[in-house]
Nanobody, 113 residues
Framework: QVQLVESGGGLVQPGGSLRLSCAAS????????MSWYRQAPGKEREWVAA??????NFAGSVQGRFTISRDNDKNTVYLQMSSLKPDDTAMYYC????????WGQGTQVTVSS
């Protein structure tokens, strides 16, 4: 059974940075792409970033501010967020697809002064 556990969220001022982590277990981590999504209150969940086979992709709203990386030895994917804006406030989730979608429980990011 795949399990994903996000961490690293918190309260940060506009312009600040945070690094989110997502630790995976229950699958051969290095074989699968990983994605980050976010969901703000009252809005639908939206895709943020993905990493697969060494390639990365980002939503336009975070391009140039966020980076995604992974450490296969630690079974962990990271989302480095910089130049944060109030609009980045959301619950952030990681996703792994192993025959079906698996999601973590999320970590809250709040960008506010």
């Amino acid at each position: 059974q795949v399990q994903l556990v996000e961490s690293g969220g918190g309260l940060v001022q506009p312009g600040g940075s945070l690094r989110l982590s997502c630790a995976a277990s229950g699958a051969t981590f290095s074989r699968y792409g990983m994605s980050w999504y976010r969901q703000a209150p009252g809005k639908e969940r939206e895709w943020v970033a993905a990493i697969a086979r060494g390639a990365t992709n980002f939503a336009g709203s975070v391009q140039g501010r966020f980076t995604i990386s992974r450490d296969n030895d630690k079974n962990t994917v990271y989302l480095q967020m910089s130049s944060l804006k109030p609009d980045d406030t959301a619950m952030y989730y990681c996703k792994m697809v192993v025959y079906r979608e698996y999601w973590g429980q999320g970590t809250q990011v709040t960008v506010s002064s």
